[in-house]
């Protein structure tokens, strides 16, 4: 699931990466040229990082920095990188990955499993423990691991590194580090197609960020076929197969659950009518012991990527 909550202008995922460009390109001037173009940077950071800082003082002294205030900035994706690298963030970091691991338990609990925080050290080390099996889900190994990762650190750019525990010496082996994190907001900076460790990919979907609320699409991302659907400004994406007909989800529509509260949303098969759970990761409320195949998604408040296994990725 990735949540937008307001449109960030055209192209801010990529003025990074122009950033980056252009102080490279600088060095052809020589080593001078490229230490000037990087303090403008720094002064230029600084200079608005001050502004922030002091635009969050006068609205605390004015009495308009709430909870609820502080809780939207915290939400809103683009504002709360822009704070984070100013370190203007409302929430300390053990909040923010505990948040970012909740959003990700629906989907760890269609695979039968959980995920538990131990502990963030001084060192920036994120602990966690997996809870719980993914027995007899195709890939489930790579998407559970992407689903933790990517929401750990998109939430969180400047912890160093994260270390997994398993409840079972089977699941994954010892206690050891999941995935480095080699620079603050290396994901968000990284292009189409970025190779994880454990042999996925993030593909960036440009139809993504144009989908309606109340909107079922269906596309390729590399070799797999896709279906998601927009609630709200929550986005969901699965594998295009029907898990009781395994028919791909064309005609499928999106339709509130009957007796259930605002923003529940199920999608209904138009094939065989099955129905699925999409906030509960695409669980079938017509029966037991199937489910579809959620994919992870990452939204830097601009564009959004799935992860797929790498083996359909080209």
Do not use: K, N
């Not at 933790?148 to 750019?157: H, K, N, T």
């Not at 080699?182 to 900076?189: A, V």
């Amino acid at each position: 699931m990735a949540r937008e909550d307001a449109p960030a202008a055209p192209g801010w995922r990529t003025a990074g990466e122009r950033i980056d460009t252009l102080i490279a390109a600088s060095g052809s001037g020589g080593a001078v040229a490229r230490e000037r173009s990087e303090e403008l940077v720094r002064l230029v950071a600084d200079f608005y990082g001050a502004g922030l800082e002091r635009l969050l003082d006068l609205m605390h002294e004015q009495g308009r920095l709430d909870d609820g205030v502080l809780a939207a900035l915290a939400d809103d994706e683009l504002v709360s990188c822009v704070l984070l690298v100013h370190g203007l963030h409302p929430y300390g970091v053990e909040t923010r990955v505990e948040r970012a691991l909740e959003s990700v338990r629906p989907y760890l609990g269609s695979h039968g499993g959980d995920v538990e925080l131990l502990a963030v050290t001084d060192e920036g080390t994120v602990r966690l423990r997996l809870l719980g099996s993914c027995d007899g889900c195709p890939s489930s190994s790579v998407t559970l691991r992407l689903a933790v990762q990517g929401a750990v650190e998109a939430a969180a750019p400047e912890i160093t590194s994260i270390e997994v525990e398993t409840a079972a010496e089977e699941d994954l082996g010892a206690t050891g580090p999941l995935v480095p994190v080699d620079s603050l907001f290396t994901r968000l900076h990284a292009g189409s197609g970025t190779a994880g460790e454990d042999g996925a990919s993030w593909e960036v979907v440009p139809e993504l960020s144009a989908l309606e609320s109340g909107a079922v699409a269906r596309f390729g991302v590399g070799r797999m076929p896709v279906v998601a659907c927009r609630v709200g400004t929550d986005l969901f994406a699965f594998e295009d197969r029907c898990a009781r007909c395994e028919r791909p989800f064309e005609g499928a529509t999106l339709a509130r659950r009957l007796g259930g509260r605002s923003g529940d949303a199920v999608l209904r098969c138009a094939g065989c009518r099955a129905h699925y759970d999409v906030r509960r990761a695409g669980l079938w409320l017509d029966g037991e012991g199937a489910h579809l195949a959620p994919l992870p998604l990452l939204s830097d408040g601009g564009a959004v990527s799935v992860a797929v296994p790498a083996a359909v990725a080209s």
